[in-house]
């Protein structure tokens, strides 16, 4: 059996949801779907109905906006009710904590951020990248249950089911470890902008920038005619010119746009590991050594100051 | 209190990685202390400074060569270091046992782990040994004040930030914005030799095995525009939409 | 014979190629382009100890000895020259002669702040006409009454202007010739104390170099270093360990050099290879190679002759002659590796090269080196 678990959003599947049952149907078996929440998470439950067969709404309330402990408890005695021996989660910023927690809960394994999971015979096996993403690596996992976090955008949205699922809703039981955290306000990620992580094509500006005043002229105004989402490098946020949610690199976020262009930035080990599977590179510096120009697809030897101007200008005059 | 921070040996950013037969090889010179480690060993070196913690102890896990991570813990302001040895390759769920142990031997109620490691890209190692601990684990966190016994804090989530509250004991993981390391300075380097630093043997079987490794590289066009800012510009906007055709 | 460093002195130098590559890299074309005194740098410098290297641990220095000096040095100068070039000449001169002939208090009140960085020191010895005849110096010290008037210019004086504390070698005794030099150590503001404009060198800008006047500058006694006369002979007792930070800066420049050559020969592509695989590149860099590890292994040992209290004066000259030519040879074939685009500003190897050009002018002119190796010789096979 494979636990399929589900990110919602106010009762929308996230992106990552559908994308996790094609995982699933690849791996073969049978498949149940749990979502987490109130009432709220209802349409959520009733969405999955139509592309698995079984669907366990967790209707507690508090799990709309609950702890990482919390919520392993929840999915912890749902993957007991089903005997799943595989758990698949979406590797984000909630999935990276409480996939560990789950398979040490469960005495199992944990594959993590994986591009591609299989079976082969009673082992589960997964591709995914280390050595800040300079390694590939296939992965056998050692222990039971396997919980998996799969990346994003590594599968892709299943089609609907011919019939329809069924939802059971099933209480929990709490222990002290997952009443001790008070959670507060949540605050969205500001800005109205793309989100980085979702975006077709994305404007980095490094130092080389010169000032924050640049990087906003330069960096965000090529970025706003591009509709591009906004990214910086570790030594600009370390200059306190933009947010450290716009971070792309190691300690930051990793993105793999359609269109990635760089703008005075040097090109880090750590700022490439961010970045590098990107589908077409554009670099501009005015250092021609940059290493950056090693990952580049068109890499122009040049200031900023002034190439970029040029760009918008040039951007704007295509037909 | 006693605080606890996790520390790992991880190839430098640098450094020349090479894949052979299926494993991946590091030169034993190119290891330094993992750079999102250093938030976590700064935060409980400033606790300490501000007088609401009484030790900081640094723990790693790994092969003999780890130990310079702890001695940069140590030079970092750490006051003792404990090593768990072991030659083995170990995914961090199988760390996750030992280091919990380690953590309550020392007695300390907060343990620092850094946000991701750089050798496993994993994020794992956090939130497993919370559950090894059955401590509340805040993850991704960007601010930290302790008040009477408690943890306040404002950790990352999937859309934003959020305020985390809980009791001691927790583990927090870092992540950048969460405070400026320093550097270690020369003389802090030359003292940290004289801080103690246990071994301890470690043999725990892993739960992942790496079957094979390679280092693929990918492709890029590498085309190099030249010219004067407005033909440059021309060019490549005409490259993005008919070679790449990303426009 | 082990020729691996000391694992300790490893662990600092990795720090310091840690520090540099963060710190100091990421200035050195800018500061190339726009030059200034690069203080922000210099104080985490002196936070990080790299200020007061040789300076005994009682004074707030490292008190670690000419090896690691030589070790340390080379990773700043890896990073940028003219951030080796002010911390050698504030690690050199002013702390050993305070250090060897200071009384007490002399010893208390400038070493702790110049080990730390909080001063930042110059030496000034060289003259308009007197350079390599350094004991031709004209600059007059006439006693006063609690003190003297000091009189005359200094050429070429590195961190001029900038520098908090000088020390400046000035004729006690015109008549004297080296046994007339004094030594004096003098505050930026002294009166009569006064800086020519910055220099305009081939490279190393942000190593602010300027002329030093001195017109009837008053020093009092207790700013007068050792007895008078002693002055010469101070200086060129220390002077070995300056060439040896010289030698130190030297590889640490044309180790950049020979490593963006390398990359660059690995990635340049001619006629459907990387042109590395081409003879003339690969000897070029093999050469390049070679004379860095010749000259390093030369400087290390010297390095070590003087940290055990040897006789050191031919092999720190021939260090500093192997390593300040091996650099200008390196840097130079460097800029062949990398082409057109070696002579173009968008590439760091004409900055290398014009950096590296001054190691053989100054701390002893590549010819005062074969003077002071020859008389070495002599000396030896006179015996």
Redesign the interface.
């Given at each position: 059996m494979i636990l399929v678990v589900i990110d919602h959003v106010a009762g929308v599947p996230r992106r990552g949801a559908l994308e996790l049952v094609s995982a699933a149907r690849a791996l073969g078996g049978e498949i149940a779907a749990v979502v987490l929440g109130g009432a709220a998470a209802g349409p959520a439950a009733e969405t999955l109905a139509g592309f698995v067969p079984r669907v366990v709404h967790v209707d507690d309330p508090s799990l709309d906006h609950a702890s990482h402990e919390r919520r392993t408890t929840a999915l912890a005695s749902v993957v007991a009710d089903v005997g799943a021996q595989i758990v698949l989660l979406t590797a984000g910023r909630g999935g990276q904590a409480v996939g560990p927690r789950l398979a040490m809960r469960l005495g199992g394994a944990l594959l993590e951020d994986v591009a591609a999971v299989r079976r082969e015979q009673a082992s589960v096996i997964a591709e995914r990248l280390a050595f800040l993403s300079r390694a590939h690596l296939t992965v056998r996992a050692e222990a039971a249950p396997v919980i998996v976090s799969v990346k994003p955008g590594a599968y892709p949205a299943a089609e609907p089911a011919e019939t329809a699922g069924l939802v059971t809703p099933r209480p929990v039981a709490y222990g002290p470890v997952d009443e001790a955290v008070r959670l507060g306000e949540r605050r969205a990620a500001a800005r109205g902008r793309v989100a980085l992580e979702e975006a077709d094509v994305v404007v980095c500006g490094g130092r080389g920038l010169g000032d924050a005043d640049a990087f906003e002229r330069l960096a965000v105004g090529l970025a706003d005619d591009l509709n591009a989402g906004v990214a910086s490098t570790r030594a600009v946020v370390d200059a306190g010119w933009r947010p450290y949610d716009e971070q792309v690199g190691q300690t930051g976020k990793n993105v793999a746009p359609r269109l990635y262009l760089a703008l005075g930035v040097s090109g880090a080990v750590q700022h490439l590991s961010g970045m590098n599977r990107s589908g077409t590179v554009v670099a501009i510096n005015r250092d021609g050594d940059a290493p950056i120009f090693k990952v580049a697809d068109y890499g122009v030897v040049g200031d900023v100051h002034e190439v970029v101007p040029a760009l918008r200008a040039a951007l704007a005059g295509l037909d | 209190m006693i605080i606890a921070t996790y520390v790992k040996h991880v190839p430098d950013a640098e450094a020349r990685l090479d894949a052979a037969g299926g494993r991946i090889e590091v030169d034993d010179h190119a290891y330094a202390l993992d750079g999102m480690d250093e938030y976590g060993v700064e935060a409980a070196v400033r606790l300490k400074e501000a007088g609401l913690a009484d030790e900081v102890v640094a723990l790693a896990i790994g092969p003999a060569r780890a130990e310079a991570a702890l001695r940069t813990a140590l030079a970092l302001g750490a006051d003792r270091a404990v090593l768990l040895e072991t030659d083995d390759e170990l995914d961090p769920l199988a760390q996750a046992a030992p280091l919990a142990e380690a953590t309550r031997a020392c007695g300390a109620e907060l343990l620092f782990v850094g946000g991701k490691q750089a050798d496993w890209d994993s994020a794992a190692l956090g939130p497993a040994v919370a559950e090894a601990l059955g401590w509340p684990l805040c993850d991704w966190t960007t601010e930290l004040r302790l008040e009477a016994g408690e943890v306040a804090a404002v950790h990352d989530v999937d859309d934003g930030s959020e305020d985390w509250r809980a009791p001691l004991p927790v583990v927090v993981t870092t992540q950048q914005g969460l405070n400026e390391p320093r550097y270690p300075t020369l003389p802090n380097i030359m003292k940290a030799k004289r801080k103690p630093l246990d071994r301890r043997p470690l043999a725990v079987p892993a739960r992942v095995v790496t079957l094979d490794a390679a280092l693929p590289s990918r492709a890029r066009r590498g085309v190099r525009l030249e010219g004067d800012a407005a033909t440059v510009a021309s060019e490549l906007a005409r490259r993005l939409r008919d070679e790449a055709k990303v426009l | 014979m082990d020729f691996a460093l000391p694992d300790?002195l490893?662990?600092?130098q990795?720090?310091?190629r840690?520090?540099a590559r963060r710190e100091i890299a990421?200035v050195a074309?800018g500061l190339d382009r726009e030059p200034r005194f690069p203080r922000a740098t210099l104080r985490?410098m002196g936070?990080?100890?790299?200020l007061g290297i040789l300076t005994p641990?009682a004074y707030g220095g490292?008190g670690l000895g000419y090896l690691a000096y030589a070790v340390?040095l080379e990773e700043i100068a890896a990073a940028d020259a003219a951030h080796a070039t002010i911390a050698s000449v504030t690690n050199g001169m002013p702390q050993s002669l305070i250090l060897a002939h200071g009384s007490s208090a002399q010893r208390d009140r400038w070493l702790p702040r110049l080990a730390a960085g909080e001063a930042i020191g110059a030496f000034c010895l060289t003259e308009p006409h007197a350079g390599s005849d350094a004991a031709a110096l004209r600059t007059r010290a006439r006693r006063v009454e609690g003190g003297y008037r000091l009189d005359g210019s200094k050429a070429w004086i590195t961190s001029g202007g900038e520098a908090d504390v000088y020390l400046v070698l000035a004729k006690t005794d015109p008549e004297a010739g080296a046994r007339g030099i004094s030594a004096f150590v003098l505050e930026r503001e002294t009166p009569g104390l006064s800086f020519g404009a910055p220099e305009r060198k081939l490279g190393q800008h942000a190593a602010i170099t300027t002329s030093v006047r001195l017109d009837d500058a008053f020093v009092p006694d207790d700013q007068r270093l050792g007895e008078e006369g002693q002055g010469f002979a101070m200086a060129m007792s220390a002077l070995d360990g300056g060439r040896v930070g010289i030698a130190a800066q030297a590889l640490g420049i044309a180790r950049a050099a020979f490593a963006?050559a390398a990359?660059?020969a690995d990635?340049r592509e001619a006629f459907g290879r990387p042109i590395r695989e081409f003879q003339g590149i690969g000897f070029k860099l093999a050469d390049m190679a070679t004379r860095i590890e010749a000259a390093r292994l030369l400087t290390q040992r010297a390095a070590w002759l003087l940290d055990r209290g040897r006789r050191a004066t031919k092999e720190v000259s021939m260090a500093k002659l192997a390593a300040s030519e091996a650099a200008v040879f390196v840097c130079d074939a460097a800029v062949q590796v990398f082409g057109g685009?070696g002579y173009?500003a968008?590439?760091?190897v004409e900055r290398y090269l014009r950096d590296a050009r001054v190691t053989t002018l100054y701390e002893g002119t590549s010819e005062i080196q074969r003077v002071v190796i020859s008389r070495q010789i002599h000396r030896e096979n006179a015996r």
């Open positions: - | - | 300790d490893v662990a600092l990795h720090a310091v840690d520090f990421p074309a985490k936070e990080m100890g790299l641990e490292l340390l963006a990359r660059h990635e685009y173009s968008d590439y760091p």
